[in-house]
């Protein structure tokens, strides 16, 4: 039988993120979405999932985007001076970030694992239990994914691309990023946002996760705000991912197929 994961990233990102995640889970097929444990709509997003025991609930952890859940003066290169994460558009400008040792100055290890750790404790104290899986967003550097993966092993906790590579999950994920538009570029193009087709671009692929036991397809699914375009480029295509989860077409095909939606927790047993 063919299982696919569904996971729709960067839950309580903003309210319109979070209603749009929600609908998500309650009228189509998304089973996995990762908590912005630091943005102000994270309650709001918590208080949504204790109703809603088919979803498996982790953590995003986001450094680019919004306010630090740790003091902002013990992560001086992460934040600007209002103590809000410096952007990924500005990060992929600055020519340290092709090398890993200028990738290293601007995400210092000791700064990124206070923040992770902070961003952990937050999630906890919000929600009374741990992440069901660790994620990371955006543009990811060394120190970043080698802080998740010890705290991944330290909790026995699920670290998603790390499992995606290990179960072979992963292949049909590359494909699509490569058809990815603004996601890719950093900057904000409406017309290529808006052009997106989700739908179209799982279909371009749902062959091929036919073949295999076990897939994954990761998305942004969300309805847009003003806050949501102040804070991210990535913005009014996450209408269309919600678009793709919320399908006919594509809840129709997962029931014509025998396709079993599945989360972390299944890839634990």
């Not at 997003?45 to 740790?70: E, H, T, W």
């Not at 040792?101 to 929600?127: M, N």
């Not at 990815?180 to 692929?205: G, H, R």
């Not at 949501?228 to 197929?257: C, I, P």
Request: net charge negative.
């Amino acid at each position: 039988m063919t299982k696919i994961l569904f996971q729709g990233d960067d839950f309580g990102f903003t309210r319109s993120v979070t209603y749009g995640i929600v609908d998500s889970i309650d009228r189509g097929v998304l089973r996995n979405t990762g908590l912005f444990a630091n943005m102000p709509s994270a309650a709001l997003a918590v208080s949504y999932m204790k109703d809603r025991p088919q979803a498996c609930f982790g953590i995003d952890f986001n450094l680019v985007s919004g306010p630090s859940c740790a003091d902002p003066a013990k992560i001086p290169h992460l934040v600007d001076e209002k103590g809000n994460f410096i952007r990924s558009g500005v990060r992929t400008r600055d020519e340290r970030w092709k090398t890993v040792e200028g990738r290293a100055e601007l995400f210092p290890y000791d700064e990124v694992k206070t923040e992770i750790l902070a961003q952990f404790d937050r999630f906890v104290e919000l929600t009374g239990r741990m992440p069901e899986y660790l994620h990371e967003h955006s543009i990811s550097s060394e120190n970043y994914r080698k802080v998740i993966e010890e705290l991944s092993v330290e909790k026995d906790i699920p670290y998603s691309t790390k499992i995606w590579k290990e179960m072979k999950m992963d292949a049909t994920m590359w494909k699509l990023m490569s058809m990815s538009m603004a996601s890719q570029k950093k900057v904000f193009d409406p017309n290529d946002q808006l052009n997106k087709d989700t739908v179209e671009q799982f279909f371009s692929v749902a062959d091929e996760m036919l073949e295999n036991e076990y897939n994954v397809f990761c998305c942004h699914p969300g309805y847009v705000d003003a806050d949501l375009l102040g804070l991210t480029t990535l913005s009014l295509e996450r209408a269309k991912d919600a678009q793709m989860m919320m399908s006919e077409k594509v809840m129709n095909w997962v029931k014509e197929n025998n396709v079993e939606l599945i989360t972390y927790r299944d890839l634990r047993k």
